[in-house]
């Protein structure tokens, strides 16, 4: 609870400015929950080896993978997903207001995303190793229409058809 606590206060921070896609604070979110997965030893599963999957105007989605154990379900995948953003300043298509001040977006979604992290920590701890792969996502541009989930899913190929579950935490 308290690990939980301190992710959405980080992430809810004014330093973050609302987290919006694609902007500085989202950008600063990301840095912040890719600094966590690291710490926690994940393999990256983004664009390229690293933790990123880059897509439109500065957007990316973060995606991590903790290796299932056994041969015969280790490529089914079970994904554990929630989206950082959120709606930055705020303004008349994505806020009932205040207008042009920080949307600090605790609840939507930094508890999503915190939730996230506390999984991903408590699964890597466990003493025996998972039978299936989990990929951890966290989404981007969830706000302005499901876009970051919508990349994966374009994208993924044959990933696609080896997912099992997928668990979205959202507020």
Known sequence: AN???????VLA???????????????????????????????????????FQSFGSNMRNILAMLPGSDPTVANEYVIVGAHYDHVGYGNSSNSYGPFGQIHNGADDN?????????????????PDPLRRTIIFVAWDSEETGLHGSQHWIRTAGSQLKQVKLALNLDM
């Open 3 to 9: 690990a939980m606590a301190r992710h959405v206060r």
């Open 13 to 51: 921070d004014d330093s973050f400015e609302g987290r919006e896609a694609g902007k500085r604070g989202g950008r600063a979110a990301a840095a912040y929950i890719v600094e966590q997965i690291e710490d926690l030893g994940f393999e990256p599963a983004g664009d390229n080896g690293t933790y």
């Open 110 to 126: 930094a508890s999503g995303v915190a939730a996230l992290l506390e999984v991903a920590r408590m699964l890597k701890q466990q």
